[in-house]
C-alpha cells in the first residue's frame, strides 16, 4: 500500500469537502444579498459578494494550513526532538511536498470562489428569466427564511 498515495487521497477529499462547503456558502450568500436588493446588477451584486468572498477564503486557507499542520504535527515533533535544524527540514522531499499541497490547495480555493460567487450572481441576477430550470437553484426565498432546505 502506498502510504502517501492515501495521505494525498486523503488531503484531496478533505480539500474538496472544504471546497464544497466554501461554494456552497458563497452562492447562498450571493442569493441572500440579491433576495435582499433585487435591484443590484450583476457588478454591483458580484463586488457586495467578493467582499464577502474574501473574508470566507482568507478563514478556510487558515483552516487549511492548521489542519495540514495538525496531521504533520507528530512528524514535526520528532524532528524537534531531535534537534534537527528547521532549515533543512523545509528541504526534505516530503516536507517540501505537504507545503507545495497545502499552496495548491490554497490556490484552487482562491480561483474557485470567485468564480461561483460570478456564476452564482449571474444566476441570481437572471434568475427570472430561467423559466423551468429556476426550481434547480433551489426555493425561492421569502425574504424571512435563512435556513437549509
Aim: without cysteine; aromatic residues 6%; glycine residues 10%.
Amino acid at each position: 500500500m502506498d502510504l502517501r498515495g492515501l495521505l494525498l487521497g486523503g488531503m484531496i477529499i478533505g480539500a474538496l469537502g472544504v471546497l464544497d462547503d466554501l461554494i456552497i456558502t458563497q452562492a447562498s450568500a450571493v442569493f441572500e444579498l440579491h433576495d435582499a436588493d433585487p435591484s443590484l446588477t450583476l457588478g454591483r451584486l458580484f463586488r457586495k459578494a467578493y467582499r464577502i468572498d474574501q473574508h470566507h477564503v482568507a478563514s478556510t486557507i487558515n483552516t487549511l494550513v492548521m489542519a495540514y499542520t495538525g496531521v504533520a504535527l507528530p512528524p514535526l515533533m520528532l524532528f524537534a526532538l531531535a534537534r534537527g535544524n528547521y532549515a533543512d527540514l523545509v528541504n526534505v522531499a516530503s516536507v517540501a511536498e505537504e507545503i507545495v499541497r497545502t499552496l495548491a490547495g490554497s490556490l484552487g480555493l482562491i480561483a474557485a470562489v470567485p468564480l461561483s460567487t460570478f456564476f452564482a450572481a449571474l444566476l441570481a441576477v437572471s434568475s427570472s428569466r430561467l423559466g423551468v430550470l429556476r426550481p434547480y437553484l433551489g426555493p425561492e426565498s421569502d425574504g424571512e427564511s435563512h435556513g437549509h432546505h
